[in-house]
Nanobody, 115 residues
Framework: QVQLVESGGGLVQPGGSLRLSCAAS????????MGWYRQAPGKQREWVAS???????AYADSVTGRFTISRDNAKNTVYLQMNSLKPENTAVYYC?????????WGQGTQVTVAS
């Protein structure tokens, strides 16, 4: 099991940017995939982006071209750069680490996009 701690959330105006960080207590290079999810009020948690151990990256259609996922294996940290933020991006953002037999989540960080 790996402990995940997200940070970097906050209040930002529409069109603004934020960079989320997810610091892991263990090696992220041993994880099959690291991902970001979000949950807006009254909605189910949804997948946002992921990066596999092999470096394959995927994004939800709604964030493609605006969000960028990256990782620093030396720091055991995964990032989510979010640009051109919209009010509908308001949610709690969660980091996930997955490998067979292990599916770990962080506590989440709140992102609020409002003017």
């Amino acid at each position: 099991q790996v402990q995940l701690v997200e940070s970097g959330g906050g209040l930002v105006q529409p069109g603004g940017s934020l960079r989320l960080s997810c610091a892991a207590s263990g090696s992220i290079s041993s994880m099959n995939a690291m991902g970001w999810y979000r949950q807006a009020p009254g909605k189910q948690r949804e997948w946002v982006a992921s990066i596999t151990r092999g470096g394959r990256i995927a994004y939800a259609d709604s964030v493609t071209g605006r969000f960028t996922i990256s990782r620093d294996n030396a720091k055991n940290t995964v990032y989510l750069q979010m640009n051109s933020l919209k009010p509908e991006n308001t949610a709690v953002y969660y980091c996930n680490a997955w490998r067979p037999g292990s599916d770990d989540w962080g506590q989440g960080t709140q992102v609020t996009v409002a003017s």
